[in-house]
Nanobody, 114 residues
Framework: QVKLVESGGDLVPAGGSLRLSCAAS????????MAWYHQAPGKGRDLVAF???????NYEEYLNDRFRISRDNAKNMVYLEMSDLKPEDTGVYYC????????WGQGTQVTVSS
């Protein structure tokens, strides 16, 4: 049974930084392209970044190099390092495969105050 558990969210001031973590289990993790998604209040769940099985990363253009996604295949973990946070980054962050093929975890709340 696949399980995704996100953590690391917090309330931070604008310009602050956070590191989100996602622990994955029940899948052949090292074979999966993994991604982080952002759900702003009242909005849908949007792709933020994804990392392929070799660690190559891709980001949504609006991020302007503020976020960095990485993975540790030995630990079945995906990370999202967030810097220069803005109020519009507020929301719940989820990890999943790039194809969104697994049951969603509970997410982790990021709140950026202005």
């Amino acid at each position: 049974q696949v399980k995704l558990v996100e953590s690391g969210g917090d309330l931070v001031p604008a310009g602050g930084s956070l590191r989100l973590s996602c622990a994955a289990s029940g899948m052949t993790f090292h074979l999966k392209v993994m991604a982080w998604y952002h759900q702003a209040p009242g909005k849908g769940r949007d792709l933020v970044a994804f990392v392929d099985t070799h660690g190559n990363a891709n980001y949504e253009e609006y991020l302007n190099d503020r976020f960095r996604i990485s993975r540790d295949n030995a630990k079945n973990m995906v990370y999202l390092e967030m810097s220069d946070l803005k109020p519009e980054d507020t929301g719940v962050y989820y990890c999943n495969s790039f194809s969104r093929g697994y049951p969603w975890g509970q997410g982790t709340q990021v709140t950026v105050s202005s």
